[in-house]
């Protein structure tokens, strides 16, 4: 993958972000069954690719080393027939989505403070990759749907101790006067 231009200011890298961040939903929901087909296990290891105009490739990592940007998950292809689609889909997700912080924080590494702040919050405002292709609301629209639309500081007591199918561990905090937290229930799988 060439990289035909640097983004230079907040503006610019975050409009790359979605860029990128579109093609991997649009690979990994509309475009499935030829990302699915594309990712063949009997091929060498395969990277997702997001490209700032909205458009998704599979391809071999980058030749160079060091790669001009910061490369996604190598070999996704492999795990495809050792799970279940969902599974595997997700895992995808998860890995788009820390490759996609990876880029913007390799374009932003040359800002200020509050620049990568700002970048950090315009991105953090959008639902990751993997809240959509689960279809899972972030906790800020949780937040959001519980208060009945309304902002307000959370109580002493957060969320409930559960497992979902795919394994995801929610766990039980207690806040304190004083900042602190106390964690209960901490390990549940793979202990």
């Known amino acids: ?25 649009k690979a990994l929901t509309t475009d499935v069954e030829e ?17 700032p105009d909205e458009q998704w490739e599979v391809n071999l990592p980058a030749e160079e080393v060091p790669p001009e940007l910061p490369e996604p998950a190598l070999g ?6 050792g799970m279940q689609r969902k599974d595997w889909l997700s895992l995808v997700a998860v890995h788009s989505d820390a490759w996609l ?40 629209e949780k937040t959001s749907v519980n208060n009945g639309g309304s902002k307000s ?19 039980s905090m207690t806040i304190h006067d004083e900042g602190r937290f106390s964690r209960r229930n901490s390990c549940i799988r793979g202990c």
Do not use: H, W
Request: proline residues 4%; charged residues 35%; aromatic residues 12%.
């Open 35 to 51: 990302f699915y087909r594309q990712c063949d296990p009997e091929k060498e290891n395969l990277c997702l690719y997001g490209l």
């Open 153 to 171: 500081k959370p109580s002493g007591k957060m969320g409930a101790d559960k497992v979902s199918e795919d394994g995801t561990v929610t766990l």
């Open 101 to 140: 912080l990876a880029v913007a924080s390799f374009y932003g590494a040359r800002f200020d403070k509050n620049d990568r702040k700002r970048l950090f919050n315009m991105i953090n405002d959008l639902p990751t990759v993997f809240e959509v292709v689960t279809r899972r609301k972030s906790s800020k």
């Open 76 to 81: 996704i292809n492999f795990a495809r027939d």
């Open 1 to 25: 993958m060439e990289v035909t231009y640097m983004p230079r200011t907040v503006e610019e890298v975050f409009k790359d972000y979605r860029g990128r961040r579109a093609s991997m939903i």
